[in-house]
């Protein structure tokens, strides 16, 4: 079976996006941690590239997913805007958009939609880290925005759904490949 390399983003001394007291840092922690229990439940490998809260520079955490040979790296955030409630949904980062990450991409937004997140869809990040220097498919995918209450209803709300969809769309992935 496959091995996944899930990447809670930030950590330590890095909160990532903060709203209201919500540390982006504390919220994909649970989700990365859920996520994996959900994909070990149904028989696949996980690595996590931290299960408390540090800190670890992106290229530390694609070195550790390059080292287990993972064959898929899942790098879990939150999103925000420059103003509360400007924006909504759910969006994944690729490297490009051919390819076994944009599948990745694509089973992960789709099951995130059906748990109620509006599709900001799939895009193209070539210039970070986590997306050209793993050695693995990788997604980074951004679980609605921190500073939008509606999103954060889903996820507190639906946390258990949150997690599952985006197993599920993991799941799909290795599945049909």
Avoid: C
Avoid at 141 to 161: A, S, W, Y
Wanted: proline share 3%; no cysteine.
């Amino acid at each position: 079976m496959a091995l996944v390399v899930i990447d809670a983003g930030h950590g330590g001394t890095d909160p990532g996006a903060t709203y209201g007291g919500r540390q982006e840092k504390e919220d994909v922690l649970a989700l990365a941690l859920a996520v994996g229990e959900i994909l070990k439940q149904n028989g696949v490998e996980v690595y996590y590239t931290r299960t408390t809260d540090i800190y670890e520079s992106p290229t530390r955490k694609v070195q550790e997913g390059n080292a287990v040979s993972g064959d898929y790296f899942v790098s879990i955030h939150r999103n925000s805007s420059p103003y509360p409630n400007q924006y909504s949904g759910v969006e994944s980062l690729v490297y490009n958009r051919y390819g076994e990450a944009a599948r990745l991409a694509d089973h992960i937004n789709s099951r995130l939609v059906q748990v109620g997140f509006e599709n900001q869809g799939v895009n193209e990040r070539p210039d970070l880290v986590v997306l050209n220097q793993t050695q693995m498919p990788a997604v980074l995918v951004e679980v609605g925005f921190i500073n939008t209450e509606e999103d954060n209803e889903i996820l507190d709300t639906r946390f258990h759904d949150v997690a599952t969809a985006i197993a599920e769309g993991i799941l799909a992935t290795i599945w049909s490949a």
